[in-house]
Each structure stands twice: as structure tokens, then as C-alpha cells.
């Protein structure tokens, strides 16, 4: 139905842009003066054509470019803050970014904060080991959670960024739900739940807070 439509509206818009150059060749053999103003208007209807289908006349090109959702700005100021600050490459960022923002809405988590702990945790580094045997972006220890990685063919897939993040906020959720507050989620998360100055947790949403101020000079500018 839109293709017709889109038909329909070009074969009316060309009939009356021919109409319009014929008059204006006619009447600039025996009225020179008003010549220059009706090809003017003659190259407007011309312009006018191009614009409702989208193609691309003698003139010029026409730039038409998709507006920029608000999101992705918002994940773009993310990556390039990310990308300077701990020195990756953007594009593996970028990644990182969108994977957390999916994962943030999967299972209901800031993705700012899954962000943050992998900042803390890792410094962005997707193959970063520990000696406990923590792994990935999130330094998730495979024998603790066999479960949740045996859909992924075990606990080698952590090394898998997108995997390391969707079962990393998987676990933080869970802790989440079963202390009832981001804080004792996070000392649980870093299995620091009994440290009195929740020292790991300090960190994480100080990253955090980072990270809602280059949204907020974001927003400011736009």
C-alpha cells in the first residue's frame, strides 16, 4: 500500500513539474523578462520531486540522515568517556556498551552500573583472569555459577564478552533481589558481603557516578 501511494504521489508531482517546465520553455520565447523567475520556480518544483522520492537530481545530492535516538546518543557518550579513560579501543567499547545496555534491560538493572562494576572489576579488559579464577569483563568464577554457563558450553565461554556480561548482571540481579538494596548486591557481588566499610561498593558507584555525569553534560549540550 505505501509503495502505491509512494507511486501515486511521484507521478503526480512529475506531471506537474513537466507542466510547469513546458509553460516556462514557452513562455521564454515570447516573454524574456519573467524567464529567470519561472525556471526558478521550475527548479523548485524539481527539488520538491526529489525530496518526496528520495532521489537525487542534477543539482545536487540530497542529505537524508536517520535523527539519532536519544539512547544512542546516550551510549555513545558512554564509549567515547569509557574508551579514554581506560585507553580501548572505541569500537571493542562500543561493544562492551550495547551488550550492558541489553543486558540492563533484560534483567532490569541500570547498565550503568554493570558498566561500572566491569570498570572496577576488569578495566574493560574482556580476557582479564584472576587467581581465584575469576574471568572476563566481570570476573565471574565459573565454579560458583555452573548453571547459568552450561547453556553456554561452560565456564570457558566467559572469555566471550557478551557472554561474561549477560551472566555477570545475571548474578547481580540475584543479589540484588535477595538483599533488597544495590550495596549489599554489590559487597555480595564481590564477595566482600561482611566488610564493614563496603570499601568494593564505594568504588562501583563511584564509577557510576562518573559515568551519569558525562550523560548529564550530555544532555546539557543537545
Sequence with gaps: MQAIQNLNRLFYVTRGMLALVGLAAVLAVGFPAPRDALLRQAMTVVHAADAATGTVSAAGPIQVAAAESAQEREQRAVTEFIARRYRVSED?????????????????????????????????NPVAESSMGAMGLMQVIPKYHPEKLHEHGGG??????????????????????????????LQM??????????????????????????????????
Design 92 to 124: 571493542a567499547t562500543a561493544g562492551f556498551v550495547a551488550t550492558a545496555y541489553r543486558a540492563g534491560r533484560e534483567f532490569s538493572i541500570d547498565p550503568l552500573l554493570i558498566l561500572a562494576v566491569m570498570a572496577i572489576e576488569s578495566r574493560y
Design 189 to 222: 557481588y564481590a564477595g566482600a558481603f561482611d566488610e564493614p566499610t563496603s570499601q568494593y561498593a564505594g568504588k562501583v558507584l563511584a564509577e557510576k557516578a562518573r559515568l551519569l555525569q558525562v550523560l548529564s553534560r550530555m544532555r546539557r549540550q543537545v
Design 156 to 185: 570457558q565461554a566467559l572469555l566471550d564478552p557478551e557472554v561474561n556480561i549477560q551472566v555477570g548482571a545475571r548474578i547481580l540481579r540475584e543479589y540484588m533481589r535477595r538483599h533488597g538494596e544495590t550495596e549489599a548486591a
